[in-house]
């Protein structure tokens, strides 16, 4: 079986952080709930995160895109929503901050040129 | 002094990696009660707004004080907004490890301002401040996101292409 592309490593691990953050939903983490998800954010992590995923392990870019641009609309509404003192999606700007790093994330990984190189995480910090 | 390049064992690259993250998750957190439109102003200051003033009340820094007092609390509005998109990205982009190290330095002053603006307030801890200049030095220093991080992944692209854009995200990264 073949490894799957960095990029595409990149679009699991970002879909996967996602899913991951669902742990938030548990308010009795107390102060380390970092960020809140409830009501409809939830569907926000499940089912963007679950498309990362399925982008990266079948190496399509087009849902990664999609998912990018879904995270992106997210946190835009979310901010949205704080300033219109409301909470449309049971979340906060601490959740906004995650979903901006997963939309820049997934953005890049959809749209990055793709090569047959393979040296992610292994260039030392000497230049 | 000499030293041979950084290539951390694999352990040592997830740890990193999960420092990275720690600190993406620090940031993420406080970002919930940097709250728009007001950032707290009102009749009884809270949130941002009320750290703020403590930079004036509990003065570290006399000319900081006097910048934070005659600049920043009559620009407050501004001043929230800048605060809140410096820490959300710090969260976000130190979270997926992309331009990390132009991040870090960010996150190294953004600890600075924060240091000379609430290090004298009351039942403050002195070196969870130091703490949090020096662990965006460390993750200066490691380049973090070339750990399970985008800079990791987009680095080679950077590396193979012309131009002073590329030669820039590089360096940030």
């Known amino acids: 079986m073949t490894r799957p592309h960095p990029l595409d490593r990149a679009a699991i691990a970002l879909g996967l952080a996602s899913i991951a953050s669902l742990v938030f939903v548990y308010e009795g983490l107390d102060e380390f709930r970092f960020l809140a998800i409830g009501g409809p954010s939830i569907a926000v992590a499940l089912v963007l995160g679950a498309l990362a995923a399925a982008a990266g392990l079948t190496g399509r870019r087009v849902p990664a895109l999609l998912a990018g641009l879904g995270f992106a609309a997210a946190a835009a509404l979310e901010l949205a929503s704080t300033l219109a003192g409301e909470d449309w999606l049971g979340a906060n700007l601490s959740t906004m901050s995650l979903w901006l790093g997963l939309a820049v994330g997934l953005l890049l990984a959809a749209a990055a040129p793709r090569t047959g190189t393979d040296t992610a995480g292994t260039e030392p910090p000497s230049h | ?173």
């Open chain 2, 1 to 173: 002094m000499a030293t041979a390049s950084f290539a951390p064992s694999r352990l040592s690259a997830w740890l990193i990696a999960a420092t990275r993250v720690g600190v993406a998750l620090m940031w993420i957190d406080n970002a919930s009660w940097k709250v728009p439109p007001d950032f707290g102003r009102g009749e009884s200051p809270s949130g941002l707004y009320r750290w703020t003033l403590n930079g004036v009340e509990h003065e570290v820094l006399a000319p900081w004080a006097r910048f934070v007092e005659h600049v920043v609390v009559p620009n407050f509005g501004l001043f929230g907004w800048a605060v809140l998109l410096i820490e959300a990205s710090l969260g976000a982009l130190l979270l997926i490890g992309l331009f990390t190290r132009a991040f870090a330095l960010l996150g190294v002053v953004q600890s600075l301002a924060i240091t000379f603006s609430v290090l004298n307030t009351p039942h403050e801890w002195f070196w969870a401040y130091l703490l949090m200049i020096l662990i965006h030095l460390m993750l200066f220093a490691t380049a973090a996101g070339r750990f399970g991080g985008m800079d990791g992944v987009l680095r080679p692209l950077w590396t193979d292409r012309p131009g002073p854009l590329h030669r820039l995200m590089k360096a940030a990264s």
